[in-house]
């Protein structure tokens, strides 16, 4: 396995910057995911790290050894791509086999191998069909299976998951997560789905517009985002963003007045949906619209501090459409309005 550095690392397309100088260190044996939305440039420092794209600035490392001039063939990386990349008129085992075939290893320990990979994904009784004969999953399973039998250095994955349906997709979620646990192979993770990046990573990064946002653990990005990007990004259904202005310990939002703690001037007031508790509280608004998800609902009020969504758990809605309930906000966050950074320490509760 081995520990990944970039230092410094940027790659523009002429005078597009797709990433801007980045300096990111990944642990050996630790499980990583870029998330962010299309055009971040999370595919693109992924496909660097393959040795697919060179970067025009800074310098990768692998274990302390620059990688910037080491061929793609040479890095000892497997990659797992979103389209999964199979050769159709090849055999499960051939697919399998194929990234051997570059590396000096004799017939009998390659067909070892590639038995174990296939085995370690649960193919090996489907080492005889081709790609077309198989279910979405299975060829999931094999392009796993392609990446790892290079018992690689690093793992990388390409929205692995995104070809899949919801249920299949959670069962290849803990599949894989396990299976990088077992292996203690170095992984990095790219997706644009957040619950795939905080259910299987150590650590997240967050990306936007080619610059990382923030790094830490889904608690850190969920509970203390450092900006306006990383909260509205992270957490469904998303928190409510409300435009306010704070002075002298009162903020004013739509039109309402709350007590204020920290911040100042113009300010973005973040309220996530389950810190809004429905049939108590100072508040109060009336229900334009609900959405019933079984467990819980999601209810989306008007209110004088603007529209508000609201999460509660159960499996009947409490309240129908046009419904004037009271409630109450449990936490906040407040950031500043001109850096989008967050303000340590500060929100608001009470009316004031």
């Known amino acids: 396995m081995a520990k990944i550095e970039l230092r410094r690392v940027a790659k523009s397309w002429?005078?597009?910057?797709?990433?801007?100088?980045?300096?990111?260190?990944?642990?050996?044996?630790?499980?990583?995911?870029?998330?962010?939305?299309?055009?971040?440039?999370?595919?693109?420092?992924?496909?660097?790290?393959?040795?697919?794209?060179?970067?025009?600035g800074g310098d990768i490392l692998f274990d302390g050894q620059r990688v910037?001039?080491?061929?793609?063939?040479d890095?000892?990386?497997?990659?797992?791509?979103?389209?999964?990349?199979?050769?159709?008129?090849?055999?499960?085992?051939?697919?399998?086999?194929?990234?051997?075939?570059?590396?000096?290893?004799?017939?009998?320990?390659?067909?070892?191998?590639?038995?174990?990979?296939?085995?370690?994904?649960q193919v090996h009784e489907l080492m005889d069909r081709r790609p077309g004969q198989l279910s979405g999953g299975q060829q999931q399973r094999v392009a796993l299976a392609r990446a790892l039998v290079k018992e690689p250095q690093l793992l990388l994955l390409d929205e692995p998951l995104s070809n899949l349906d919801a249920s299949l997709r959670l069962t290849m979620r803990s599949e894989i997560r396990s299976l990088q646990r077992k292996l203690g192979v170095t992984t990095l993770l790219v997706t644009h789905?957040?619950?795939?990046?905080?259910?299987?990573?150590?650590?997240?990064?967050c990306m936007s517009r080619g610059r990382i946002e923030q790094v830490g653990t889904a608690e850190d990005l969920y509970h203390r985002p450092n900006s306006v990007f990383v909260a509205g990004f992270i957490g469904s259904p998303p928190i409510n963003l409300l435009a306010c202005s704070v002075d002298a310990g009162t903020l004013r939002v739509g039109e309402a007045k709350l007590r204020a703690t920290g911040g100042a001037g113009e300010c973005v007031l973040g309220v996530r949906p389950e810190s809004v508790a429905l049939g108590t509280g100072p508040f109060r608004g009336r229900v334009g619209d609900l959405e019933p998800h079984?467990?819980?609902?999601?209810?989306?009020?008007?209110?004088?501090?603007?529209?508000?969504?609201?999460?509660?758990?159960?499996a009947s809605a409490r309240f129908r459409l046009g419904d004037e309930v009271s409630f109450a906000i449990s936490a906040t966050l407040l950031f500043?309005?001109?850096?989008t950074r967050r303000i340590e320490g500060a929100g608001a509760d009470m009316p004031a």
């Not at 910037?68 to 063939?73: F, I, L, S, T, Y």
């Not at 999964?84 to 990234?99: C, K, T």
């Not at 500043?336 to 850096?339: E, K, L, Q, Y």
């Open 75 to 121: 890095r000892n990386v497997g990659i797992v791509f979103q389209s999964y990349a199979l050769y159709p008129n090849m055999s499960v085992r051939d697919n399998i086999l194929f990234p051997l075939r570059f590396k000096d290893v004799d017939k009998a320990a390659a067909a070892a191998r590639a038995d174990a990979a296939a085995r370690l994904v």
């Open 336 to 339: 500043d309005a001109r850096t």
């Open 68 to 73: 910037n001039d080491v061929e793609a063939r």
């Open 193 to 205: 789905d957040q619950i795939e990046a905080t259910t299987m990573a150590d650590r997240v990064i």
């Open 14 to 56: 002429g005078e597009v910057a797709a990433v801007e100088p980045t300096d990111l260190t990944i642990g050996d044996g630790e499980f990583v995911a870029i998330l962010g939305p299309s055009g971040c440039g999370k595919s693109t420092t992924l496909f660097m790290l393959a040795g697919i794209y060179t970067p025009t």
């Open 294 to 314: 079984g467990r819980e609902t999601i209810y989306h009020l008007e209110t004088a501090l603007g529209p508000l969504r609201a999460l509660e758990a159960g």
